[in-house]
């Protein structure tokens, strides 16, 4: 089976109810579809009235020692009392497979969205990153990938070239800005920081509120720089995520040390964002899934938006990085 022909069409309500019976889960409801592209989550409830989530790993993507690592990341962070959403174990084992699917079972958790512009939010949030990292730091994940071009932007770029999405009108001017945009990147990266544990996508979207965070979903955890987990709460004005990284990082600080050379990363790093998700997108658009979630990547207006977006993000590269307020 490709990845090009690959597709969910197997995972039926009948087939997810044997995979989970294999396991010795019965469900009695109905399976609750949750928010998730690249593998296929659903929400149910046992025989035992126990709310669970169900995630069935999109096949060639992670295998089976990358997953695990995952796994034992956040069991690691369970242990350290920290707040995540860990897979359960049964008999021993917290990967499980069937008829050609590794799937893992979740206790579901509730919670509300985090408030990015809620200050106490975030500071809650900067602490609980800063016990993330001091656990993360203790090791690095074997199997699993390092923050870097290749992944992010050189495969990415060869997969927007071969793509039927962007239009020829603009095909000159889009790689003409998308490679200053690698140039740009290349200058400006520094791979002289320690690379730790992460969790990887740590986007407001991957975060609950309950009485503290919550995070979920760690399917993009890898190595990288702290910066990594950090950037991505940042929004506004310059000086709004200036005001939020002083929150965020004395929070932090309280229980893991964080080196203020990185912050010079941030914006490298969301340009490496920027490339490796629009190749995703164009890589998993097969997914009949897909050009439901995002009908707008097929646009051409989407793509004239992209050009301009280069030339942004090249002149946020030349400002100035972000830096912590001074202490008095």
């Not at 169900?54 to 009392?81: C, G, M």
């Not at 206790?107 to 949030?125: C, K, T, Y």
């Amino acid at each position: 089976m490709t990845e090009q022909a690959f597709n969910f069409e197997a995972l039926t309500p009948d087939f997810m109810w044997y995979a989970l019976e294999s396991i010795g889960i019965r469900a009695e409801s109905g399976f609750l579809a949750l928010n998730s592209y690249e593998n296929r989550v659903y929400q149910f409830t046992d025989e035992e009235r126990q709310r669970y989530v169900v995630k069935f790993y999109r096949p060639q993507r992670w295998n089976q020692a990358q997953i695990q690592e995952e796994h034992d990341f956040t069991l690691e962070l369970i242990e350290s009392e920290i707040p995540v959403a860990p897979p359960v174990i049964l008999n021993g084992q917290t990967l499980h497979y069937y008829q050609g699917y590794l799937f893992a079972l979740f206790a579901s958790v509730g919670g509300r969205q985090f408030e990015v512009d809620n200050l106490d939010q975030l500071e809650g949030v900067g602490r609980f990153l800063g016990r993330i990292h001091k656990v993360g730091e203790k090791q690095t994940f074997k199997h699993r990938p390092t923050i870097g071009f290749d992944e992010y932007v050189y495969q990415p770029r060869k997969i927007l070239e071969q793509s039927p999405f962007i239009p020829s009108h603009l095909e000159n001017a889009f790689f003409s800005d998308l490679d200053m945009l690698i140039k740009s990147l290349e200058a400006r990266w520094d791979d002289n920081f320690t690379d730790i544990r992460l969790h990887g996508d740590c986007h407001p979207g991957n975060i609950l509120w309950r009485d503290g965070p919550m995070f979920v979903d760690l399917d993009d955890a890898r190595n990288g720089p702290a910066i990594q987990d950090l950037w991505m709460l940042l929004n506004g004005e310059r000086h709004d995520k200036l005001a939020q990284l002083d929150i965020v990082l004395e929070a932090y600080q309280e229980f893991s040390d964080f080196n203020v050379n990185q912050l010079k990363l941030i914006e490298p790093l969301r340009g490496l964002r920027m490339v490796h998700y629009m190749a995703w997108l164009a890589k998993r658009w097969h997914d009949p899934a897909f050009p439901l979630a995002f009908p707008w990547f097929n646009d051409p207006k989407y793509w004239e938006s992209q050009v301009l977006a280069f030339k942004e993000q090249l002149f946020a590269l030349d400002e100035a990085p972000l830096s912590l307020m001074p202490q008095w």
